[in-house]
């Protein structure tokens, strides 16, 4: 079936620097999403994209991140700083349409903030 | 706030079993999604029941619908060793834009 690529896998980085996950969606698909799974916890939806813009976003989408599809490419989430309790497990999704109501996610990025 | 909970975190039953998991959830939803993630990657969709199917079949999962309590639930029916993965609820109250997850079911199956 359809499949949504992300990458890294796995990201460890230092408490205050950059990062930038990247998710290569279904290529047709048109809705573009990123949740936040902590370990041992449930999914957290954070944000979703459409057309250039973010329609809605959640209390845990901080004002450290950001995301874009710059020219269609990847749709990236950008935490900038990053803190301790950002590390968790991202996945990404996409879906064709805001109605069809399958969002297909990636394997997820894990990240580790020390 | 809408949220998804299964009421069972774990379950570990013998290959040829049927199984069960429950799903409840606090406000309106138009759809519910089954999700079964393994172990390494994303969730990924089984079975989907709107809010106008009180049930829906597809193949061995069997999955019911009841909007007045607000609960829905899986069914597995002569479960295999393939089947062992964590299995998800989630809730759809903003048609297709965002998902609200409960916080699954670990499901062992063994031979």
């Known amino acids: 079936g359809p499949k949504v690529l992300q990458i890294p896998s796995h990201q460890i980085i230092d408490m205050g620097q950059m990062v930038t996950l990247n998710c290569d969606p279904v290529s047709n698909h048109l809705y573009f999403y990123w949740y936040k799974q902590i370990l041992g916890q449930q999914m957290e939806f954070l944000v979703n994209f459409y057309n250039g813009k973010v329609m809605e976003k959640s209390k845990l989408f901080k004002d450290q991140f950001s995301v874009e599809r710059p020219d269609g490419s990847y749709f990236t989430l950008k935490i900038q700083p990053t803190a301790l309790e950002d590390s968790a497990v991202y996945f990404c999704?996409?879906?064709?349409?805001?109605?069809?109501?399958?969002?297909?996610f990636g394997p997820g990025t894990r990240l580790t903030v020390l | 706030s809408q949220w998804g909970e299964e009421n069972l975190q774990a379950l570990s039953i013998q290959e040829g079993e049927d199984v069960t998991m429950n799903c409840s959830y606090k406000t309106y939803t138009t759809v519910v999604h089954w999700y079964r993630q393994d172990s390494g990657r994303g969730p990924a969709l089984i079975i989907l029941i709107r809010s106008n199917e009180r049930e829906k079949r597809s193949g061995r999962l069997r999955a019911t619908l009841d909007t007045s309590s607000q609960s829905s639930s899986l069914s597995i029916t002569a479960a295999q060793c393939e089947d062992t993965a964590v299995y998800f609820c989630?809730?759809?109250?903003?048609?297709?834009?965002?998902?609200?997850f409960g916080t699954g079911t670990s499901l062992l199956v063994d031979p």
């Open positions: 999704a996409s879906s064709l349409r805001d109605n069809s109501y399958e969002q297909y």
């Open positions: 989630a809730t759809d109250a903003s048609m297709g834009y965002k998902l609200t």
